[in-house]
């Protein structure tokens, strides 16, 4: 049996402007008007508020310092902040 090397490629992430909110855990208004698709829910075990944003592969929870991302088709999503600060830059206007 011959085996045939896959060639590979390197690619770099186009880059696409999008839309963010950090989750801070005081902001829930900023949250609220920025994605309608989220949601909060007290846990009395924890005494935490938790948030949850409806994505495209279903509700998923976000942690305090989480950025909330709308993505280009408005998609929303979170994203941890340190792969927030390593793949996307501030858009100064």
Same mark, same amino acid.
């Given at each position: 049996?011959?085996?045939?090397?896959?060639?590979?490629?390197?690619?770099?992430?186009?880059?696409?402007?999008?839309?963010?909110?950090?989750?801070? *855990?005081?902001?829930?208004?900023?949250?609220?008007? /920025? !994605?309608?698709?989220?949601? /909060?829910?007290?846990?009395?075990?924890?005494?935490?508020?938790?948030?949850?944003?409806?994505?495209?592969? *279903?509700?998923?929870?976000?942690?305090?310092?989480?950025?909330?991302?709308? *993505?280009?088709?408005?998609?929303?999503?979170? !994203?941890?902040?340190?792969?927030?600060?390593?793949?996307?830059?501030?858009?100064?206007?």
């Amino acid at each position: 049996m011959k085996l045939i090397k896959a060639m590979t490629h390197k690619y770099v992430k186009k880059p696409i402007p999008v839309e963010a909110v950090q989750w801070t *855990g005081d902001n829930r208004k900023d949250i609220w008007d /920025f !994605c309608s698709l989220s949601y /909060f829910n007290y846990n009395i075990e924890t005494d935490k508020l938790e948030l949850f944003i409806q994505t495209l592969e *279903g509700p998923m929870s976000a942690n305090v310092g989480d950025y909330i991302i709308k *993505g280009v088709k408005g998609e929303f999503y979170p !994203c941890k902040e340190d792969i927030f600060n390593e793949t996307y830059d501030q858009i100064t206007e």
